[in-house]
């Protein structure tokens, strides 16, 4: 039971540098998510993709970059990383986005800091 | 801009007791509302939901109460156990792809 992998689980930027956090689901769902958690913040989306070849805005995605090329994979990048990136980013899929009991299934969490 | 607000940082019960954790929303465009609990190091996990058409929604231990005139929602854990301590939060769905978190609630149940 795999389902949502996310790597690395932690990770130490310095200013400047680029790094594609990666994130793959077993599921076959079509939906894909990034999301960033911020000290007593919420789930801030960055980016989702409804299906391979599609992906678009969430609410905050300056300073990101995602590509999905298959079902599977949503990998997310980041090219010049600043302090404020400094989060915890969780990778999510859901199979669809109707009806009720629809939920999204997350993975663990990336711990990235910038210095 | 919080659309989905959990005002209650933390909350302590003792085990056996009813734990009541609230949130509060702006939108009243959301039709779709969720509680997640997530422990530490781990990603959140769904736990229940419920539809802007009904009030009130059950499962096991779990229940969601909404109240759409005040734009509010609780979830109940009854009783609660050394188990149910993690962090909870609410969210809050509009259309397709349109999601909101609150800033989540930690729970603490003590033995």
């Known amino acids: 039971n795999a389902g949502v992998t996310q790597t690395p689980k932690f990770r130490i930027l310095k200013i400047g540098q680029s790094m594609t956090l990666q994130c793959t689901q077993d599921?076959?769902?079509?939906?894909m998510y990034w999301y960033r958690q911020d000290p007593g913040m919420g789930l801030k989306l960055i980016y989702y993709?409804?299906?391979?070849?599609?992906?678009d805005k969430g609410e905050v995605p300056n300073g990101y970059n995602v590509s999905r090329s298959t079902t599977e994979d949503f990998p997310l990048r980041l090219e010049l990383a600043a302090p404020s990136q400094t989060s915890v980013y969780f990778c999510?899929?859901?199979?669809?986005?109707?009806?009720?009991?629809?939920?999204?299934?997350f993975g663990e969490g990336s711990w990235l800091t910038v210095v | 801009d919080q659309q989905v607000k959990q005002n209650s940082p933390s909350l302590s019960v003792q085990e056996g007791r009813i734990s009541i954790l609230n949130c509060d929303y702006t939108?009243?465009?959301?039709?779709?509302f969720l509680w997640y609990k997530k422990y530490p190091a781990e990603g959140p996990t769904f736990l229940i939901s419920?539809?802007?058409?009904?009030d009130k929604n059950e499962d096991g231990r779990f229940t969601v109460f909404l109240n759409k005139s005040a734009k509010h929602l609780s979830l109940h854990i009854v009783p609660s156990q050394p188990g149910d301590s993690a962090v909870y939060f609410c969210?809050?769905?509009?259309?397709?792809?349109?999601?909101?978190f609150g800033a989540g609630t930690r729970l603490t149940v003590k033995p």
């Open positions: 969210a809050a769905k509009k259309g397709d792809n349109d999601m909101r």
């Open positions: 999510a899929s859901s199979y669809s986005w109707e009806g009720a009991g629809n939920t999204i299934y």
């Open positions: 599921m076959n769902h079509n939906y």
């Open positions: 419920i539809s802007s058409i009904k």
């Open positions: 993709s409804v299906g391979a070849g599609i992906t």
């Open positions: 939108n009243s465009m959301f039709d779709y």
